[in-house]
């Protein structure tokens, strides 16, 4: 498991890294994937992750790695799929937003179980994973709006809104979606596996 898990990342990042449509937006959109893998690698043996998480977190990390590669706007089946269903635009940076929320919320799941932030509630257990998630889906808006702002019309394509006024909110909203979507199908699959990892 471990070494697929490690052969596959490698094989995204040097394919995504393989002539990507513009450098500077492939580093943007990878670098959160790398530091990623960076923190895995570090906390492997301390605080190794159930399986389900290291698969999630592996299919975030190719959804970036593809974003950076063509950027969000341009990925061919998106274009694609906007034309076939007559879409304004490509709808690809939906699709990791969503995965901003659905990964990032069975993260914060095993932290807060397994370090016992929350012991009894489930319901108080998944308001503060929303919250955690919301706070980083706004943390990384607020991140790209930083970036536009330094880096003038070379972040246009980091920030992908294709000219919609509304991206800002509709991401966090595809965020949220994402998030209470993995706690609605997963929950259960994610306790077996934690009980499996403290057995």
Known sequence: ?????????????????????????????????LIGFV????????????????ILILIHMIILMVGGHYTYAEVPLFDWIKEVLHQSRNNYDKVGHFFQGFEPAILAREILIRKEVVKKSRLWLNYIILSIVLAFSAFYELLEWAVAVLSGEAADAFLGTQGYVWDTQTDMAWCLVGAVTALLLLSRLHDRQLARLNS
């Open 1 to 33: 498991m471990r070494v697929v898990w490690v052969a596959v990342f490698f094989a995204a990042f040097l394919w995504s890294a393989w002539h990507p449509k513009e450098y500077f937006t492939w580093f943007l959109e990878v670098f959160p994937a």
């Open 39 to 54: 923190l895995i690698v570090a906390t492997y043996r301390t605080f190794p992750l159930t399986p389900l998480l290291y």
